[in-house]
């Protein structure tokens, strides 16, 4: 590993996205933290402009050096029955859950070939493995965009360049609190609904962003070398290890 190596991370100013600049920051990354917004050490970028996405790649080499490690957290949540989706939730989920990571990895990859060597992890969701009750849209998106980060690691691994996925399921972050906010809301994640045909927690706990970025952290590291196309589910259990 180049030292120090460029990690841009997306999604930087979510609850997830933050754990994973934090993480790796921690173990030597200069880590490149993007958002929609721009705040504190966040750089402004929407993933779904490929214009925007190429500038921004071009000023980060320039300016900081190669990028050696590509985390994709960028998310947006869909929590409707298929019959209640409209066509432009169903759009724009997909153009940040699924497009965003295309564009982000392709961007990065076409970069990393050259020099033979990069990590690429795309942050998908256990409710992509899996059908969930009012998840048709969002989970649909995580899961293609889950098997297009595999398909990307099988034709990038003759140049070394390792892509991976990590799962999670319900973890505690802004997008999640008005669900664990309802009356009763932790307690029926964690047991389960029936009604939902929704498995409960078997751990009996609700992960933590920082769960999710340990993940990622042994994912990019040299520890997993040999690791690729893998597809690492991070629910306490809840997906019952489909």
Not at 37 to 47: F, N
Not at 79 to 106: D, I, K, R, Y
Not at 167 to 180: I, K, N, V
């Amino acid at each position: 590993m180049m030292n120090p190596s460029i990690a841009l991370v997306t999604g930087a100013a979510g609850g997830i996205g933050r754990a994973v600049t934090q993480s790796l920051s921690s173990t030597g990354y200069t880590v490149i933290g993007t958002d929609l917004s721009a705040e504190d050490d966040v750089r402004a970028l929407d993933v779904t402009d490929p214009a925007a996405v190429e500038s921004l790649l071009a000023d980060i080499e320039s300016e900081e050096g190669p990028i050696e490690v590509l985390v994709s957290c960028a998310g947006v949540l869909c929590h409707q029955p298929a019959l209640e989706t409209s066509h432009s939730a169903w759009s724009s989920t997909f153009a940040v859950n699924t497009t965003g990571v295309f564009t982000m990895a392709t961007a990065v990859a076409r970069r990393m070939v050259p020099r033979a060597r990069g990590s690429i992890v795309t942050v998908a969701s256990n409710a992509g493995r899996l059908p969930r009750h009012g998840m048709a849209a969002y989970g649909a998106s995580k899961a293609a965009a889950a098997l297009f980060t595999q398909s990307l690691g099988l034709e990038l691994a003759e140049h070394g360049i390792r892509c991976n996925v990590v799962s999670p399921g319900t973890t505690r972050t802004a997008m999640t609190d008005q669900m664990l906010g309802r009356p009763g809301g932790e307690a029926a994640l964690l047991g389960g609904d029936p009604a939902a045909f929704k498995v409960g927690i078997p751990l009996g706990r609700i992960a933590e962003p920082s769960d999710i970025a340990a993940a990622v952290a042994y994912l990019v590291s040299d520890a997993a070398r040999h690791v690729t196309m893998q597809d690492l589910v991070v629910d306490g259990g809840a997906s019952l290890s489909r």
